[in-house]
Each structure stands twice: as structure tokens, then as C-alpha cells.
T-cell receptor
């Protein structure tokens, strides 16, 4: 069964606003990653957070991880139209495979 | 250092034909993972291979699908007698020896359309 579940499924905001996406998972993890996918394109790795980390920043991205609640959030600050994409969380599983969530489709209107 | 390469990028097949998808890992990488992304969904793990070995094929459909990673050459994902439900984007990822999930690099994907 799918490890990661994300919400919301779709999010529409205006340029300049912040966007927050959430991911929940079911079993213990070593790390959690966030990816972006533009329509019809490949995956772009955004950020990895390890199970012993609570927060991580990269540019306009802020990721939090709460292992007690088995959840993570991705915050994109001061969003731009170019941030329009689908965002996926992925957790590690035995054997090195990744388990992806269903994704959040973000639309940033100029 | 070239990234993970996949070809073809787009593949159209009629029902009943065979589809062969190729993945060339990054230089020095000996682990390959295949994932499938159905329309409007996230990626789902299919198979994990090392050179000449299938390590984990728990995500592979039991029939019509097979994968290999020979000693020389790219990894191949083969789908026999394709059906419309096989239409999807297929991604491969590679990692170096001993590498885990935090060192997987994804290719651009092959988009398979079954008519």
C-alpha cells in the first residue's frame, strides 16, 4: 500500500503567497524527500530530511518532519508562477526503494 | 558526468505489441530502480536490479512484465502484449554501490502510449 499520503490534492494560490503541502506516512523511516514534477516532465529533487532532523531550509523551501506524528510539510514562501507543478513526498523503504505519495498539484496564478 | 538516460522518451504501441524501455544509469552506478507513474498518480516502485541480478521485483505485475540489467549495456524493462492500462510514464533511477534512497538519481522517463 502507498506509504505517503499528501494533502491537499490540489492547491491554488496567488503569486507572492505561501504554499504549504503536507505528507503523512505509515511506518518508520530513515529519510523523507520532496520532489517537484512539471506537467509531463521528470522529477526534480528538492530536499531530503533525515529522521533525526526536524526542519530544513533550502532557498524559499522549508521542510519540517515530525516522526512522532509520521508527517512532514513543505512550505514554499513567496510563490512564483514558475512554482506551478506537482509536488511529491517520498519515503525510504527496505531495499532502497522509494515510496511516493499521490502528490499535491500546486497552481500559482500571476 | 551524464545523468541517468532513458530512451525512447516517448513510445507508442498498439495493443498486443511489445514495448522495450531502456535505462542507462549514471557512470559508476550499479543499482537501478524502475518506477511507474499512471496518469494523475504518484510513482510506484516496480523493480530493483543490480548488475545481472534482480534484487526486489515485488512491484512488478506477475505477467507480461520483465526487467534485466546485464553486465554490459543498459537496463531493459520489457512489456509484452501491451494493453491500454500499461499507458504510463516509466522512470528509472540509479544509485552507486552501497547507495540507498538518498543517492537515487532519476532519469527523464519514458512515456508509453498504448493505442
Amino acid at each position: 500500500s502507498q506509504q505517503g499520503e499528501e494533502d491537499p490534492q490540489a492547491l491554488s494560490i496567488q503569486e507572492g503567497e505561501n504554499a504549504t503541502m503536507n505528507c503523512s506516512y505509515k511506518t518508520s523511516i530513515n529519510n523523507l524527500q520532496w520532489y517537484r514534477q512539471n506537467s509531463g516532465r521528470g522529477l526534480v529533487h528538492l530536499i531530503l530530511i533525515r529522521s533525526n532532523e526536524r526542519e530544513k531550509h533550502s532557498g524559499r523551501l522549508r521542510v519540517t518532519l515530525d516522526t512522532s506524528k509520521k508527517s512532514s510539510s513543505l512550505l514554499i514562501t513567496a510563490s512564483r508562477a514558475a512554482d506551478t507543478a506537482s509536488y511529491f513526498c517520498a519515503t525510504d523503504a527496505p531495499g532502497g526503494k522509494l515510496i511516493f505519495g499521490q502528490g499535491t498539484e500546486l497552481s500559482v496564478k500571476p | 558526468n551524464a545523468g541517468v538516460m532513458q530512451n525512447p522518451r516517448h513510445l507508442v504501441r498498439r495493443r498486443g505489441q511489445e514495448a522495450r524501455l531502456r535505462c542507462s544509469p549514471m557512470k559508476g552506478h550499479s543499482h537501478v530502480y524502475w518506477y511507474r507513474q499512471l496518469p494523475e498518480e504518484g510513482l510506484k516502485f516496480m523493480v530493483y536490479l543490480q548488475k545481472e541480478n534482480i534484487i526486489d521485483e515485488s512491484g512488478m505485475p506477475k505477467e507480461r512484465f520483465s526487467a534485466e540489467f546485464p553486465k554490459e549495456g543498459p537496463s531493459i524493462l520489457r512489456i509484452q502484449q501491451v494493453v491500454r492500462g500499461d499507458s504510463a510514464a516509466y522512470f528509472c533511477a540509479s544509485s552507486p554501490p552501497g547507495g540507498g534512497t538518498d543517492t537515487q538519481y532519476f532519469g527523464p522517463g519514458t512515456r508509453l502510449t498504448v493505442l
